[in-house]
């Protein structure tokens, strides 16, 4: 016997209604609303997820386990589920459980879609889920172009059915003319394929995996120039850093301290003490400094906070690294001045967080997740779990101090 779940969530929404009521909901109701859950009745609810979006769930109890039945996403667009829609849906399963049956393999539309889901299709509605999070005006248009242009061989196949060969064909074509592009191409891919096993729509390992997979087939690619931020090679910032430490001054120390620390060279630059807790080795950067408007915690290794504490005993004022103008940060034109001077002209101060991230996927076992986080990216739930369970910061101390040594000559290989 199934039963319809009522009156156990009622108390989340407030309402005071039948236990068996049913169309409670207005769309004028679900436009205003900012609750993460609205009862539509009888068992049928709409969610809020984390990114915003908004989604129909059937809940009911059947042979003692409770099941949540997703009936789609809401709107009013193609592919998506308006209210007269869900309520229909919701219908259709009330009957199958008044009967004794499932709806899970009894709906019509289950017992129709039987064709699978496709790579472009499931890319497109990735998009969908995935825009109310990203906050740079470039990145929803570049995702699109991917979608359409650059993963275009991909589209047709149907997404349990994507391969290394159907990748590296679509990756072939780009792979020496744009390595930029590719790259990107190849990341954007791995996470709709992750995406895709997600949601149970395939099973295995990622065939965008680089690390240990891709890396065997394809050529490592050109260093990459992002946007206006060349990117030194990390192959070369030993080298790189050994002559950075034969300089002496603020500025040298500021770059040191920013390549360490994967920072923004502005972060670096405005830190105040106040933002340092040494016994800890925490660095904690205010949401009104960072691009994202969030606090960031950064992770010292013990080279980063050495540099602060030397910094501290010549303190001129409460900035770490001070410029020359009194009360003022040290330049961004200073650190630039350390590259022209150290053999580097040819790459800027950010291109090293690029390095950074070079690295990492070429050289480490270490998630991606955690080194988006390192750099202070938003990148969708995983993340924000990391942050919730608290070990994210663990992580990212492990993943700097493999960096630290990088830094320092080791050559490691094999970090976890």
């Known amino acids: 016997m199934a039963i319809i779940d009522t009156d156990s969530a009622r108390s989340e929404v407030g309402g005071k209604v039948g236990k068996h009521a049913r169309n409670l909901l207005t769309v004028t109701e679900i436009k205003s609303s900012t609750k993460s859950k609205l009862r539509d ?4 609810w709409l969610h809020t997820s984390t990114t915003g979006g908004r989604y129909w769930v059937f809940i009911f109890t059947r042979f003692g386990r409770r099941r949540e039945m997703g009936l789609g996403t809401y709107g009013s667009g193609t592919g998506q589920v308006s209210l007269a829609m869900a309520r229909a849906k919701a219908d259709e399963i009330r009957a199958i459980l008044g009967r004794g049956g499932d709806p899970f393999t009894e709906m019509e539309e289950r017992k129709t879609k039987e064709k699978p889901t496709m790579f472009g299709d499931l890319a497109d509605e990735y998009i969908l889920a995935m825009k109310p999070k990203w906050r740079g005006k470039q990145t929803l248009p570049a995702w699109e172009r991917f979608a359409s242009t650059y993963a275009k061989p991909l589209r047709k196949i149907p997404v349990a059915e994507v391969d ?6 679509t990756l072939k074509v780009l792979w020496h003319s744009k390595p930029e592009t590719a790259t990107k191409t190849r990341e954007r891919i791995k996470l709709v394929l992750d995406h895709a096993k997600a949601r149970g729509l395939r099973t295995g390992d990622n065939p965008a995996e680089w690390k240990g997979h891709l890396d065997q087939i394809l050529p490592t690619p050109a260093k990459l120039v992002r946007g206006h931020h060349a990117a030194m090679p990390y192959s070369e910032l030993p080298a790189f850093i050994k002559r950075l430490r034969e300089r002496q001054g603020v500025a040298p120390l500021a770059l040191e301290f920013t390549i360490l620390t994967a920072a923004r060279s502005g972060e670096t630059r405005g830190a105040p003490i106040a933002e340092f807790d040494l016994d800890k080795a925490v660095w904690t950067v205010p949401p009104h400094r960072m691009k994202e408007p969030r606090e960031h915690r950064v992770p010292l290794v013990d080279r980063a906070v050495e540099i602060v504490k ?3 005993k010549t303190a001129v004022n409460d900035l770490v690294f ?3 103008k009194l009360g003022r940060p040290l330049s961004d034109a200073a650190l630039a001045n350390v590259l022209d001077d150290t053999e580097a002209s040819d790459f800027t101060v950010h291109g090293f967080r690029s390095a950074f991230r070079d690295w990492v996927a070429e050289e480490t076992h270490h998630q991606r997740e955690v ?5 202070a ?3 969708g739930d995983a993340v924000e779990r990391a942050y919730r369970r608290g070990d994210a910061l663990a992580k990212r101390r492990k993943l700097m101090e ?7 000559g080791d050559n490691l290989n094999g970090l976890s």
Request: hydrophobic letters at 50%; glycine letters at 10%.
């Open 371 to 375: 080194a988006e986080a390192a750099l």
């Open 322 to 324: 001070p410029g020359q």
């Open 310 to 312: 030397e910094m501290r």
């Open 41 to 44: 009745g009888d068992g049928l």
């Open 377 to 379: 990216h938003a990148v």
């Open 402 to 408: 493999d960096w630290a040594k990088f830094l320092e």
């Open 164 to 169: 290394t060969d159907a990748i590296v064909r």
